[in-house]
């Protein structure tokens, strides 16, 4: 099926003017084609063909268009079809739109010379590879005829080079975009083995190596050549092993690269070299490039050389809206004039400097112009540095503006109470409403982007009950503004669907605590790479009462922070799915505080409800519970600093190894937690609460004043290894949660506060406890804070009710049994009455009126208990499945507790 569709025609009097003699056309090859300036030429030539077609003009009436040209979809429906079909030396030209699927993407050029270009460029012709495989392999045989030219390479994934792959290949490589590609290894954008590319013009920006570093590009025993690139925002996360170098560029095992008149700024890597990464003998020349950290903060082990040749700086290259996607030089960029003077400049518009610029644009008709910036009113700023006012020193950049001043002191042309920036306004947002809107509350917006895009800071959006759905409403960005996006009615009734195409939101530009999400469901969102249901990267919002839910990535499938600290309170994280960290994965410093939240039913490889890596991520009065994993499926922690995990309980999380909490290359500190019905698979030497390896950095963990099931029988210490294990302060005794969890019919849920028989009440320690428990109330309530994410309130709770099945299994025409103990935590006797019912596998509760068992009156002494063991028959034709059994106390039918618990019929 084709990705798009296009109506094409071509006359037939333009096909006889080129096709009957003379021939009026350019003949290739003549120095004509492509050697004119483009000012105050026309948009097309003779035959409608459009001007440019290459990134320049031709002199004469002619655009040329070579006879070997083939355009995609006219000619051939998808790309690798073209390709198979061109004739060597040949043209395939790709018409506007988003290529997908198979046959436009692992595209192969299988030795042949023929250059794939776009029709007008990359802003306007997508290679989207939806997360699977990269857009182009280049193999033996593929040389520098063999050319990529002005596309958009997107959404790559692959174990080496997420966007384009060079094995013992030299292709050329320019004036493309590559983005938010991923590599589960190396080379997020670009990786070579035994290659020598040469990629010029290109912007290389948010792509990402899962592993072995090279964000950008990534390059093994080749020598590439890479000019006039920018890039940026590509990241190293590094799971689980310890080659996360590299950001930018990686290059190692004797590779042998050039950089010249580059910029790399605002790449990331956990291990080191957040630019620039030399391993293994690898070498790299950088000449005329702008290297954020110098070439002082590049990573080059020692048997690796960079040469650092003239023209290096290190200075802000002011893009112009990096957020946005748009990496063009302000008129302010250092990076003007400032590349290689020998390098040809001729092509940028006038007035260029008579020097090439440093970045992707540098010598193409869309390279920024050189300016004069001078401070004309003498308060230290320019026009440059944002001074919308240079003839007023009361004015600086950034200015807002001050109502009832008289003066338009932002610039925007408004005055005082006119200006929409004078604030704080509140506006609105209904999803169901007739598109655009005005933000109004008769005429709300549509959209929530759009009410983000029009906010100021300090503002308020309310969005009504509904759900949300579409481009607008997904990967939403506050582009840095300070202000509260929030529900109308709560996180139940406002719904974010993000379609599975994109996550919820997007937070990469530097926010901070006053960029506030606050109740809603979050759902359903998708990403190849990070971040399932929101992303926080170098950024620290603060995300409130909200549900994440249902959400994928490679890693974070429910959230990512990377080098963050956002805030996460009040809010339910459950189902989300990755690689690693399948409800949350926090990666560097600083990192987030994760407090009051409920993480459940997440999965991942590894840590299934959070991955804590090289940060310390600070997790309190959490209920961290029903998460999988093949390691740590509550909680994993890899190369941390020392960690602090306080008053949470882990729960019936189950992995293969590290049922409860895995720690590895780490130093934990767990206290005031429980940790109770985790389990290993693979078997109880795997440590079903908890796992400490990795000894080689000395890692361990301290575990005090802590409920542990088992005991240090259920920590699995590796050698080399410590367990700080305080026999005083911990306990290894039934919890008493007032409801385990269970399975209703249609989903599991538990309800994790303490019952009034507790062990854990007051067994805490104060020091470095919370103020406060999961629901807000204040600690503590007794002589010691409470174990745990709960805080126990004296008289809550006069009966505790506790069902301990004898099995979770019953056969048709046997018995099922139970021991059911009732706890009066009151002084005073009670008399009360004790009934029970059974849910069926179909859903239907049996007896349909009255009781299985009961009601029975009991009456128990002030301070006292009660046990007894029942049995119930079971039918020869009872259905087969899972069971509910239901036991309630009060005074019948008004219930005062109850608890349940499953039993399979097989």
């Not at 290679?127 to 857009?135: F, K, L, N, R």
């Not at 112009?320 to 004039?337: F, K, M, R, V, W």
């Not at 560097?588 to 890596?613: E, M, Q, T």
């Amino acid at each position: 099926m084709k990705p798009f569709a296009i109506a094409f025609s071509v006359t037939a009097a333009a096909i006889m003017l080129f096709t009957s003699a003379p021939a009026y056309g350019a003949v290739f090859p003549v120095p004509a084609v492509e050697a004119a300036a483009s000012s105050g030429k026309p948009g097309d030539d003779i035959d409608g063909d459009t001007r440019p077609s290459g990134f320049g003009y031709n002199t004469g009436s002619d655009a040329y268009v070579s006879p070997d040209t083939v355009y995609v979809p006219d000619d051939y429906s998808t790309i690798q079809a073209a390709l198979d079909a061109v004739v060597a030396g040949g043209t395939i030209v790709l018409r506007d739109g988003i290529y997908t699927g198979d046959g436009n993407k692992w595209l192969k050029f299988n030795g042949k010379a023929a250059t794939v270009r776009s029709e007008n460029g990359p802003a306007n012709c997508v290679i989207d590879s939806e997360g699977s495989y990269p857009a182009f392999l280049f193999r033996g045989g593929d040389g520098r005829d063999s050319v990529v030219d002005g596309i958009t390479i997107r959404n790559g994934h692959y174990t080496e080079g997420g966007g384009i792959q060079c094995w013992g290949a030299s292709p050329t490589i320019r004036n493309c975009i590559i983005e938010n590609c991923t590599s589960l290894a190396t080379g997020g954008g670009i990786y070579c083995y035994s290659s020598s590319p040469l990629i010029t013009n290109c912007v290389i920006v948010n792509n990402t190596a899962e592993e072995n570093g090279g964000g950008g590009i990534s390059c093994r025993d080749s020598s590439p050549i890479i000019s006039n690139c920018t890039i940026s925002g590509n990241r190293v996360l590094h799971f689980l092993s310890h080659d996360g170098y590299g950001g930018g560029i990686r290059a190692f095992s004797g590779a042998s690269a050039t950089v010249t008149n580059c910029i790399l700024w605002d790449n990331s890597a956990v291990d080191g070299g957040p630019e620039i990464a030399l391993r293994w003998g690898a070498s790299l020349t950088l000449s005329y490039c702008d290297v954020e950290g110098g070439a002082g903060a590049a990573y080059v082990e020692a048997d690796c050389s960079l040469t650092s040749g003239p023209g290096n700086i290190d200075s802000d290259p002011f893009f112009l809206n990096p957020g946005g996607g748009d990496y063009h030089l302000q008129a302010c960029s250092p990076g003007i004039d400032a590349g290689d003077p020998a390098s040809d400049y001729s092509i940028e518009p006038e007035p260029n400097g008579g020097r090439i610029n440093m970045d992707a644009y540098g010598n193409t008709l869309e390279a920024a112009t050189s300016v004069q910036t001078t401070d004309d009113d003498g308060d230290t700023y320019s026009e440059c540095d944002g001074d919308c006012h240079d003839n007023n020193p009361n004015n600086y950049p950034g200015a807002i503006e001050t109502c009832d001043d008289g003066a338009d002191n932002d610039c925007d042309g408004l005055i005082d109470a006119e200006d929409s920036d004078c604030g704080p306004h509140t506006i609105y947002v209904d999803c169901g409403n007739t598109c655009p809107g005005s933000g109004t509350p008769g005429d709300p917006y549509c959209e929530i982007q759009t009410a983000l895009d029009t906010a100021a800071g300090g503002d308020t959006i309310i969005v009504s009950d509904g759900v949300c759905a579409g481009a607008n409403n997904r990967n939403l960005d506050f582009k840095q503004k300070m202000l509260t996006l929030r529900s109308e009615n709560g996180r139940e009734n406002c719904i974010i669907d993000c379609g599975d195409s994109g996550r919820g939101f997007y937070f990469h530009s530097g926010e901070g605590p006053g960029s506030v999400v606050d109740g809603f469901t979050i759902t359903n969102g998708s990403v190849p790479g990070n971040g399932g249901g929101i992303y926080c990267g170098d950024a620290s919002p603060t995300i409130m009462n909200c549900v994440i839910s249902n959400n994928s990535a490679d890693a974070g499938g429910g959230i990512l922070t990377e080098n963050a600290s956002p805030t996460i309170s009040n809010c339910l994280i459950a189902g989300n799915s990755s690689t690693y960290g399948g409800g949350i994965y926090s990666s560097g410093v600083p990192s987030p505080n994760i407090r009051n939240c409920a993480i459940s039913g997440n999965s991942a490889y590894a840590g299934g409800g959070v991955l804590a890596y090289a940060g310390s991520p600070g997790i309190t009065n959490c209920i961290v519970s029903g998460n999988s994993a093949t390691y740590g499926a509550g909680l994993y922690y890899s190369c941390t600093p020392p960690s602090v995990l306080t008053n949470c309980a882990i729960i019936e999380n189950s992995a293969s190894a590290g049922g409860g909490i895995s720690a590895y290359y780490s130093t934990l500190e767990v206290k005031n937690c429980i940790l109770w019905k985790n389990s290993a698979s693979w078997g109880s030497d795997y440590g079903p609460s908890l796992t400490i390896g990795a000894a080689e950095n000395c890692p361990s963990v301290s575990i005090s004043y802590s409920n542990v099931e088992g005991g240090i029988s259920s920590v699995r210490v590796e050698p080399g290894c410590t367990l700080d294990w305080d026999n005083i302060s911990n306990i290894t005794a039934d919890p008493l949660f007032v409801q385990p969890r269970y399975r209703d019919g249609v989903e599991y849920i538990g309800d994790y506060h303490l019952s009034c028989a507790s062990p854990c009440i007051d067994a805490g320690n104060n020091s470095g406890a919370p103020a406060d428990d999961a629901d807000g109330d204040a600690r503590p309530q007794g002589a010691g804070c409470d174990i745990g994410a709960d805080e126990y309130i004296e008289g809550l709770q006069q009966l505790s009710l506790r069902l301990v099945p004898d099995s979770d299994e019953a056969s048709q025409g046997g018995t099922a049994g139970y021991t059911v103990t009732v706890n009066n935590c009151d002084g005073s006797p009670i008399t009360f009455d004790y009934w029970t019912n059974v849910t069926r596998p179909d859903g239907i509760t049996y007896p349909p009126s009255g009781a299985l068992f009961g009601p029975y009156s009991v009456t128990l002494g002030g301070s006292s208990s009660r046990s007894a063991h029942l049995t119930h028959p079971i039918p020869a034709i009872a259905p087969l499945g899972m069971y509910t059994y239901n036991a309630f106390i009060g005074e019948h039918p008004t219930l005062m507790n109850e608890y349940h618990f499953n039993f399979d019929v097989d």
